[in-house]
């Protein structure tokens, strides 16, 4: 799948003239050049709707966001600089069969890495034989030392995992990532869908999408399943660094959404090892903390000391067993990125299975060979460094000048450890409406799985767009935006 | 709810009311520069920093014009009133979610508002029209949050900050404008300085209703009666701290006694105090003194709403 197939000699009709495919798998349009038939009817209506009745529609999506205040807020710059969600009206759809590979993929792969978070802060049996070498997972900047020996509920470390997907130019779904600390974007995907029910609801019924409405009580029935022993009506709470961190508002919508109280560090306080919310009531206690706020940050007296986003003697509670953190500490370990190259092997360690879902080929600059190749290829390959998020510490080989190179060069040969490089896969691109005209951008997915008691996927997910013309950088933070997901019933 | 949220609901309010204070003072005082005045500029802008407390000193230079922009315009001065609309927002933006989007959204169009009219040098402004808007927008607000808002706990604590303050800031006004104008002759008829009199009660929206009730011959000791001890005027200080009572009785009923027993009986003290009180005997015993026990009440009272329901030490606290 070589040969672009449809040129600019192929002539689409309005709005789609100005598509056209190329290395990548479209997800609209298939090797023939014609819509695939899980995208027929949207892109039919594409079609039948005249260009003035399309532009209305942005706009009432636009309106959507701005008067619910659909913001997210970006990092580095002045006050008041919360901007609405960059947001693309035109569904991404994903069968039914292929979903249920993902689903399937996604479950197997959160099971084993709660075995493996739980085995490497207990007896590290999968280090004694071998099948992860010790010093990457102990030189790992988010193993928590202090999470030894320390047992969480139902074994169960991540409760809420965002896995990035892509799909790769064959049309097959793969892993690019986990993400196991505090994973982000459910809230726009619940957005997304109530736009997409207002703009178009005629589409939404004639494709048949499965809903995602109930991650909110499926949320809650997750962190309610991992109280502590002994609390049967657990009191939750999202704790949350407050209004100046870029995901508030997501922090406010799923605590109002879930019925749970949005908390601070400041409005917590631990006493004999139990923690409290400061109510003008009195003291209430806490059982279970959806925490929003990062390992490092969470507990002045266990971790950075200079945190004031955290709870004094938190941990302390925590060790005591009388209070849950969902997700747990210490989970940083599994989504590194050179553990992440792991993970086909700890499918098959713990689970005795074959990996349902393939991960993107990882080479680690630890290793001499693989190092040699990379330094060799920087222009092909994608660099990362472990431990980033947001799609910082990245060079993307294709893209980057000498210069940029250079740079890499010298990071990975005096820092290893710190990096990982991949191929660049061609992401898949969606069509896009964009001024008027359709075309292609490169997308990627984010399921979110929750486990407790059992494991819940909701159907879908975030699809992420680069919405630069050609970039591959699909985070928020860099000039991404999202689109709505739909997953077709049978 | 949240200690927290209730502190930042308390003090959004405060906030509000201190602006529309000041706006109101600000107005006043420019049109009595208008009325032939014989107070020089500068000694008045004095004088109207003082009600609002602000920190200068007896010996700063300052002039007419400079003290004016720290009413109004300076965002680097703390009582101007687009510093106090700019911290009532920012305690707003805590907790949005407890305020209705209404209020929320005139508090923001109120910011952008006053934000957009930053000025740096007064004398190309117009600072009455400026207080006056901002006193039609925060007016508005009051509005609003007394029509959409739940009357639950929240709009308790939003009335605590407004009555409060509101309480401090005309007891503050009337001292500052008695040992200003007043002979201590009580018995006169006349006055002098009839303007500033007529300000005074101007300063507190009083002019009309006072007139209700005494008439429009205007004397010092029934203005102090207006703006201290009647029951019905809104601005008095009398209402103020009934106001603030009946809200703190709305929540007694869901806190402990312990913590809230300090509160209740200073805050009970002062309303009768106010409640049963004569004119003539806070003139006999001193003005000045019983203005700045309420004052100092005032303050013992924002201190114990915080051991109540905000700042209570642990060990009171803990229950099942």
């Known amino acids: 799948m070589a040969t672009p197939i449809l040129t600019r000699d192929t002539l689409l009709p309005a709005p789609f003239e100005r598509y056209s495919t190329t290395s990548a798998w479209d997800e609209m349009f298939g090797d023939d050049g014609l819509p695939r038939e899980r995208t027929r009817p949207i892109f039919d209506t594409m079609l039948e709707l005249p260009a003035e009745e399309l532009r209305r529609r942005k706009q009432v999506a636009d309106l959507f966001f701005l008067h619910q205040g659909i913001t997210f807020t970006v990092y580095g710059r002045g006050e008041g600089t919360e901007q609405i969600f960059p947001y693309d009206m035109i569904p991404r759809v994903i069968t039914s069969a292929e979903w249920s590979v993902v689903e399937r993929g996604l479950t197997q792969r959160i099971t084993a890495l709660n075995h493996f978070l739980r085995d490497v802060y207990h007896e590290g049996k999968i280090l004694s034989d071998n099948v992860i070498p010790r010093d990457v997972v102990y030189s790992c900047r988010h193993y928590r030392r202090q999470m030894r020996g320390l047992s969480v509920p139902r074994d169960n470390y991540v409760a809420v995992c965002g896995s990035d997907l892509i799909r790769s130019p064959e049309g097959k779904f793969l892993v690019l990532e986990d993400n196991l600390r505090v994973p982000s974007g459910v809230s726009y995907m619940l957005t997304s869908r109530q736009v997409m029910k207002r703009v178009f609801p005629s589409l939404v019924q004639q494709c048949g999408v499965r809903s995602v409405d109930h991650y909110p009580q499926a949320l809650l029935s997750t962190l309610r399943s991992l109280a502590p022993e002994g609390r049967h009506d657990p009191s939750i709470v999202l704790l949350s660094p407050g209004v100046f961190n870029s995901a508030y508002f997501e922090h406010a919508y799923l605590a109002r959404q879930m019925g749970i109280e949005l908390v601070e560090g400041r409005d917590l306080v631990v006493h004999d090892n139990i923690v409290y919310m400061r109510h003008t009531s009195g003291l209430r206690r806490v059982d279970v903390i959806y925490r929003r706020v990062d390992d490092d940050f969470i507990d002045p007296l266990a971790f950075r000391s200079d945190s004031i986003l955290g709870v004094p003697g938190l941990f302390n509670a925590y060790r005591s067993r009388n209070v849950t953190l969902a997700n747990a500490l210490g989970t940083g370990v599994a989504d590194d990125k050179a553990v992440y190259a792991y993970v086909p092997k700890m499918i098959r360690y713990y689970l005795d299975e074959d990996p349902i879902l393939d991960n993107v080929p990882t080479y680690l600059m630890t290793n001499p060979d693989d190092r040699k190749y990379t330094l060799e290829n920087l222009d092909k390959l994608v660099v990362k460094a472990v431990g980033e998020s947001g799609g910082y510490g990245m060079l993307i080989g294709p893209h980057s000048t000498a210069e940029q190179r250079r740079e890499f060069q010298d990071r990975i040969q005096s820092d290893p450890r710190n990096y990982i490089a991949q191929p660049t896969i061609t992401l898949s691109t969606a069509p896009c409406y964009i001024e008027g005209q359709v075309v292609p951008r490169h997308v990627d997915l984010r399921p979110f799985v929750l486990s407790g008691e059992k494991v819940t996927v909701v159907p879908g997910g975030l699809t992420r767009v680069a919405l630069r013309s050609g970039s591959l950088v699909v985070n928020s933070s860099q000039g991404g935006g999202s689109k709505d997901t739909w997953v077709l019933h049978d | ?320």
């Open chain 2, 1 to 320: 709810m949240l200690s927290r949220v209730a502190d930042s609901l308390y003090w959004m309010c405060r906030y509000l009311e201190r602006a529309e204070h000041t706006a109101r003072l600000v107005e006043v005082h420019l049109n009595l520069m208008l009325d032939q005045s014989l107070e020089s500029a500068d000694h008045r802008w004095r004088r109207v920093l003082k009600c609002v407390n602000a920190k200068c000193k007896e010996g700063d230079s300052l002039d007419g014009h400079t003290m004016l922009y720290m009413l109004t315009f300076d965002p680097g001065s703390p009582c101007s009133v687009v510093s106090c609309i700019m911290a009532a927002r920012e305690n707003a933006r805590q907790v949005r979610e407890q305020i209705s989007s209404d209020m929320w959204e005139q508090v923001n169009r109120l910011f952008h508002e006053v934000r957009r009219s930053g000025v740096n040098d007064i004398r190309e402004a117009q600072p009455l029209e400026f207080a006056m808007s901002a006193r039609n927008g925060l007016r508005l607000l009051e509005g609003i949050t007394d029509s959409t808002m739940n009357h639950g706990e929240g709009w308790s604590f939003l009335r605590l900050g407004r009555f409060l303050e509101r309480a401090s800031e005309i007891a503050t006004t009337l001292d500052v404008h008695f040992r200003e104008f007043f002979t201590g002759d009580t018995t006169r008829e006349g006055t002098d300085h009839h303007l500033e009199w007529l300000g005074l009660l101007n300063s507190c929206s009083a002019f009309e209703s006072y007139c209700k009730v005494y008439t429009a011959d205007v004397r010092p000791q029934r203005i102090a009666e207006f703006l201290l001890l009647n029951a019905e005027f809104p601005h008095s200080v009398r209402f103020s701290v009934e106001r603030f009572e009946r809200s703190l009785r709305g929540l007694n009923e869901r806190a402990s006694d312990r913590r809230t027993v300090r509160l209740n009986r200073l805050a009970g003290r002062l309303g009768a105090s106010l409640q049963f009180m004569q004119i003539d005997e806070v003139f006999s015993s001193g003005l000045s003194d019983f203005l700045h026990g309420i004052h100092r009440q005032s303050l013992q009272i924002h201190s114990a709403i915080y051991e109540a329901y905000i700042n209570y030490p642990v060990q009171m606290a803990l229950e099942a």
